[in-house]
């Protein structure tokens, strides 16, 4: 597989900024911050994962964890290893992928940090298959996340990481690749002043009026026709603890399906009509046209935001790059024609 320049960053990335220098020995306090802040701190990490993968594609269907090594390389001088396990997750992804994405267990791993102390958990976002394509489609959809993170504070946190693999079932046989670990449910419910809500009969109609539309036009927007607040499919649900039952909101996330991350094996829905998954498709509520203007605008005013995040973003080449602001760039042409509400929302929405 190729090796991204990049590496040569990653090599001397730490995962949080340490007090101890190349030239020193780490300190106990050093060792505590490892993972202090993950989800804030915009670097990538740079991790090894240690495992059975013969075993794990084996046993991929199964509900059952694997035992691993997770290493965090924090500099040259500098690794901290845990005892993890590993299982796969995922519904499609785990049949297609030759490397499922992983439930990445941390529960009896002695990672201390606080932010970490409730979580049994992290979801791992992997690169599927080799080849440049599949790691363009993690970057790709890793900033699918990031644009929500600019759009809502009811969003979830991902942290970009570059990870070696070491197969022990294939004489330590190593691949790499970039993947990206996702902010656990709690730890962005708790952040929100927010509780999940478990309960897959939600309607449409029972969920925040403002959020859902929003998250309705940013799903369009990225051509993500593959949610649904029934089933909480690529959903999650919380309630505020602030607003009481009657605040539901909508927080989405799994973007491999949308028209922007464009991975080879998206299909649409059968039932919306579509040839591509390129081709975008309005799944939220019906409402007013000043109501769906006001959301058009809100959505516009964070227009140069998104454009310059997906052009600063040095780990996408800029070929890979350019084609995102231009998709990006088509939704906000298409809200300037006459007649758009009309043509493209109004004739769609539940």
């Known amino acids: 597989m190729r090796r991204p320049l990049i590496l040569l960053v990653l090599a001397t990335i730490s995962c949080v900024p340490l007090t101890a220098q190349n030239d020193q020995y780490p300190t106990f306090e050093d060792t505590l911050a490892v993972y202090r802040d993950l989800f804030g701190i915009q670097e990538p990490l740079n991790l090894t994962l240690k ?6 594609q084996k046993s991929r269907n199964k509900d059952e964890y694997l035992p691993a090594e997770l290493t965090c390389q924090v500099n040259d001088t500098f690794r901290v290893t845990h005892s993890v396990r590993v299982k796969a997750r995922g519904i ?12 990445l267990n941390i529960k009896h791993a002695g990672i201390e940090t606080e932010e970490l102390t409730d979580v049994n958990k992290l979801k791992l976002v992997t690169y599927c298959r080799s080849g440049t394509n599949f790691l363009n489609y993690i970057l790709r959809e890793y900033l699918c996340y990031k644009i929500y993170n600019l759009l809502s504070p009811y969003s979830f946190n991902v942290r970009l990481a570059w990870i070696e693999y070491i197969d022990t079932g294939r ?8 993947g ?9 419910a708790k952040r929100n002043n927010c509780v999940p809500i478990k309960n897959d009969r ?4 029972t969920v925040n009026k403002e959020w859902m539309d929003k998250v309705a036009f940013f799903s369009y927007m990225i051509g993500q026709g593959d949610y649904s607040v029934t089933g909480r499919h690529n959903l999650k649900i919380l309630t505020s603890l602030e607003y ?13 399906y949308s028209g922007l991350v464009n991975t080879t094996y998206a299909t649409p829905q059968e039932d919306l009509g579509l040839s591509s998954v390129r081709e975008r498709y309005y799944l939220g509520a019906c409402r007013t046209e000043e109501e769906n203007e006001k959301t058009i605008l809100w959505l516009t005013s964070y227009r140069e ?8 973003f040095e780990y996408l080449e800029e070929k890979e790059r ?10 906000f042409e298409e809200t300037e024609q006459k007649n758009f509400i009309a043509r493209n929302i109004t004739s769609t929405c539940r």
Do not use: H
């Open 51 to 56: 495992f059975d993968i013969k075993q794990y």
């Open 92 to 103: 499609f992804r785990r049949g297609y992928c030759s490397l499922p994405p992983i439930w």
């Open 171 to 178: 004489n330590d046989k190593e691949s790499e690749g970039w």
């Open 180 to 188: 990206f670990i996702i902010e656990p449910e709690e730890m962005m």
């Open 202 to 205: 939600l309607s449409l109609a």
């Open 244 to 256: 009481g039952t009657g605040g539901y909101i909508p927080v989405p996330y799994d973007f491999d």
């Open 305 to 312: 935001q998104i454009e310059d995040l997906i052009r600063s």
């Open 322 to 331: 350019q084609e995102m602001i231009d998709y990006i760039e088509s939704y």
